[in-house]
């Protein structure tokens, strides 16, 4: 009981690394990049999803 939850323990905090890792290396956030204001933002995204 004690090493599996141990285990348990070790895979929750790897999982949480991986995740944390691959958010800030493979996935940027490219519309703070783009644009400097929240409303900049809000209307690039309504062009967007009305644009046909």
């Not at 090493?3 to 290396?25: A, D, E, P, T």
């Not at 929240?38 to 062009?47: H, Q």
């Amino acid at each position: 009981m004690v090493v599996g939850r141990k285990l348990w323990i070790i895979i929750f905090i790897k999982l949480i690394l991986i995740f944390f890792v691959l958010k800030i290396f493979f996935f940027p956030d490219i519309m703070k990049s783009k644009f400097k204001t929240d409303k900049e933002r809000s209307n690039y995204i309504i062009k967007q999803l009305t644009k046909k």
